[in-house]
C-alpha cells in the first residue's frame, strides 16, 4: 500500500509538471503568437493598455497551467482509485511557484538594511538568518550546482497541489471537519 502511494506520488508530480509545461506552451502561443502579434500588433503602444493586456496573459496563463496541472493530477489518482477534490488541489498548485519565489529570495537578503541594531534585534536578527538559511538550503544548493532555477518552478505547482489536497480538510455529511 505504501509502494501504491509513492508511485501516485510521484505519477503526480510528472504528470502535473509535464502538462502545466505544456499548457504554459500553448498560452504563450496563444498569448504572444496570435493576440500580441496578430490582433493587436503596434496597434496599442500605451503603456496602460499594454500593462493591462499583459496582466490579463499571465493571469490567464497561470491560471490554465493550474488547472491543467490539477486536473492531471486527479486524472492520475482516479486511475490509481483515489478521488481527490478539484478545489484543494488548484488552491496548493496556485500557492506553490510563490513559494519558490519566497525561497529565491532568501538567497540574497540584504541584512545590512536593518543598520546597528539594539541587542533584542541583533538576536532576533542572528535567528531570522540562521532560519533563513537552513530554510533557503536547497535552493543554494540547487543554484550552486548551476542547475536551472525553472524546473523548481515546474515541479512547485504538482507539489503544491499534492500539499493542498493533503493537508486540506473536508466537511462531511455531517458537518464534521476530517482531515484527509
Not at 488541489?89 to 529570495?105: D, I, R, T, Y
Request: glycine content about 14%.
Amino acid at each position: 500500500m505504501k509502494k501504491d502511494g509513492i508511485i501516485l506520488t510521484l505519477m503526480q508530480i510528472a504528470t502535473g509538471g509535464i502538462l502545466g509545461l505544456i499548457g504554459g506552451w500553448v498560452c504563450l502561443f496563444i498569448f504572444e503568437g496570435f493576440i500580441w502579434q496578430l490582433l493587436i500588433g503596434d496597434r496599442i503602444n500605451h503603456g496602460f493598455w499594454v500593462g493591462l493586456f499583459l496582466l490579463i496573459a499571465m493571469g490567464a496563463t497561470y491560471g490554465v497551467v493550474v488547472v491543467v496541472a490539477s486536473v492531471g493530477m486527479r486524472f492520475v489518482s482516479q486511475g490509481f482509485g483515489v478521488d481527490v477534490p478539484l478545489k484543494p488541489l488548484c488552491s496548493g498548485a496556485f500557492l506553490g511557484p510563490p513559494a519558490v519565489v519566497g525561497l529565491l529570495g532568501l538567497l540574497n537578503v540584504p541584512w545590512e538594511i536593518f543598520g546597528k541594531p539594539n541587542l533584542i534585534l541583533a538576536l532576533l536578527i542572528s535567528v531570522l538568518k540562521t532560519l533563513a538559511y537552513i530554510v533557503s538550503l536547497p535552493m543554494r544548493g540547487w543554484v550552486s550546482l548551476g542547475l536551472p532555477v525553472e524546473i523548481w518552478y515546474i515541479l512547485a505547482i504538482p507539489i503544491g497541489a499534492i500539499l493542498g489536497y493533503r493537508i486540506a480538510t473536508v466537511e462531511d455529511t455531517d458537518g464534521r471537519v476530517e482531515q484527509i
